[in-house]
């Protein structure tokens, strides 16, 4: 990590290095104060931190550089070959001369002789007669073509380019605060077109894989530069491949999901974090919990560069930077192709009567659209067939035996799911308690499918969920369907909210919108109107006007009459005051421990010993232990510890002296435990 003049350790226990791995260092000065700064921000080993930001075929001896074997004639085989030999193996005699045209790498040789050539190679090397070595290769051709022009933009969209471009070669925090289809992704590649014209390169953060491939295809047919794209989805191989591709520099744009933001960038330009609200930048698995999005924002600092955080709806966070003047706002309060924004309306389930979970007006309406030759896009945040499998005699529900939560019936696959940690069972056709018929209670993406299937026969359906998306090259299929008009319904859950244009919807209905009214979770009120604001916005984003119908058992709650009244805006300003007022982030800051253990009094025990330790400290407030929201998942009992703190600095000043200790305790030792700062989900 570092280098020093000397050492507390002895001397004759210091170890001597045995070899220089690079010629180069693999991270830069740079994107390792980032490291440091994160290691030290979410009090989490450096080593883990570091590790986390290579590829993994790096970190088990893979070179930075690309290489490839390459076969050559000796002066030995030259003479042996003039000599007619060997006689009698005209396998090896054949490729004797196919190297004695010149060198040859090994995919070519496959391709010229076939698969049997390395078994004539052998003896040949024995002999001396050919020899191979290492050598460097380029894993991807740069781009030749030229790059498209952009459609003209409007005044708003020339004002925050401008704002962008000006603040090149320095820092400065930019929020895109544009309503949907308003141009967000032009004004990206404007900006991107001027570092890049400048001679530096573009960070490009998304949240799902499913953004890359239309983000990706814009990128390359505008900007005409060199890429890397840096995913999970990608195999080992890929990810080696694009991230070498990033650390020679020939990238000259790079764009990836959450682990990108520590992609090996050289002469770091912009950074842009489309959909900046997105749960998805956060890591909420292992140990090392970060956030992209505000490690985008660190980095961009440590680089001297500007970032901009794109959003229709940005996360109260983000708002709260906003009115501290800590960034600043750029505003498309139109959309980019002059539509007028979506119709919103409520449909009041207690008043109408439903089939598969549609709503008769629901139904009409779709009929209606759908007769003028648009398309439909209808939202539910949950797959599969059926929530619930129930028994109508004893009253017995198929639970998961790993966690505390329903099996989820997947009709199409006879198999009953657990969508918390995989479970898969046989779907069956009696109930095991008392032999009466079982049946599916509750809608999933796949049951109402089949329920527009039946209702609208003849009309050909798109499904959107990771039940269908399943393999490379899925996602692109479904998205040109849908965008060829051959797709005409389209169902989908989270999905479908993300960045997505399809120009022909202008009906959206959103089924059970009522799943965050009444969470103890105090986020679950923004993350509602996020994804209700951001699935509105599918729809009219072409020529025709759109509609959006929400349908609810509860058409009079604050949060659905504010976001027809006065938009996410109105939700934001009341969001924000209930959090000053309760003193909930960002007007303070909060940690929680996550421990699990086979048993729920031992991972109970462990945080209650954890909190005994933090007797008597000053300005932080404990809250539990308690038992997680779902106590048991994938076999094993969760449970946390929240610490609060009105200020950042004592939050950390407390963590800092409490962690050591807590590591110590004998109880840390038998449960798996985790430090999450900045939590965004706490039950």
Known sequence: MSCAERSDVPEEKLKSVLDVLDERPIVDSALLQLLQWAAGYYHHPIGEVVASALPTALRTGASTQASEECWRITSAGEQACARGEPSRAPKQ????????????ATHELRERL????????????????????????????????????????NDEQQAAADAIQSGLGRFGAFVLQGVTGSGKTEVYLRAAQRALAEGRTALVLVPEIGLTPQLVGRFRERLAAPMAVLHSGLTEREQLVAWREAFSGRARVVLGTRSAVFAPVSNLGIIIVDEEHDASYK???????????????????????????????????????????????????????????????????????????????????????????????????????????LCTACGWIAPCAECDARL?????????????????????????????????????????????????????VVRLDRDVIRRPGELERAMHRIASGEGRIVIGTQMVTKGHDFPNVTLVVVLNADQGLFSADFRAPERLAQTIVQVAGRSGRGERPGEVLVQTEFPEHPLLTGLLAEGYEGFARTALAERRAAAWPPFSRLAAVRGSARTAEAALAFLTEARALAEGAHGVHLLGPVPAAMAKRAGRHHAQLLIESRERGGLHRFLEAWLPRVQSLPSARRVRWALDVDPIELF
């Open 114 to 153: 076939g698969e049997s050539w390395r078994a004539a190679a052998r003896p040949l090397s024995v002999r001396g007669w050919i020899e191979s070595a290492l050598v460097s290769a380029r894993d991807v051709p740069d781009i030749p073509s030229a790059p498209q022009p952009g459609p003209p933009l």
């Open 408 to 460: 989820t019936v997947h009709l199409a696959a006879r198999a009953l799911r657990c969508h918390h940690c995989g479970a898969d069972a046989p779907l069956p056709r009696r109930c095991p308690q008392c032999g009466f018929a079982v049946k599916p209670v509750g809608q999933g993406t796949e049951r109402v499918e089949e329920t527009l299937t039946r209702i609208f026969p003849g009309v050909p």
């Open 93 to 104: 005699r054949q490729l004797l001369q196919e190297l004695r045209t010149g060198p040859r």
């Open 283 to 389: 890591q909420h698995d292992g140990g090392f919990r970060y956030s992209a999005r505000d490690l985008a924002v660190m980095r961009a600092r440590g680089a001297d560069v500007p970032i901009v955080l794109g959003s229709a709806t940005p996360a109260i966070e983000t708002l709260h930077n906003l009115e501290s003047g800590r960034y600043s706002r750029l505003r498309l309060t139109r959309r980019a192709t002059r539509a007028a924004p979506p119709r919103l309306s409520l449909i009041d389930l207690r008043a109408h009567a439903q089939s598969g979970g549609l709503s008769t007006p629901a139904v009409q309406a779709m009929a209606e659209h759908l007769a003028a030759g648009a398309q439909v896009l209808v939202f539910l945040n949950r797959r599969g067939y059926a929530p619930t499998l």
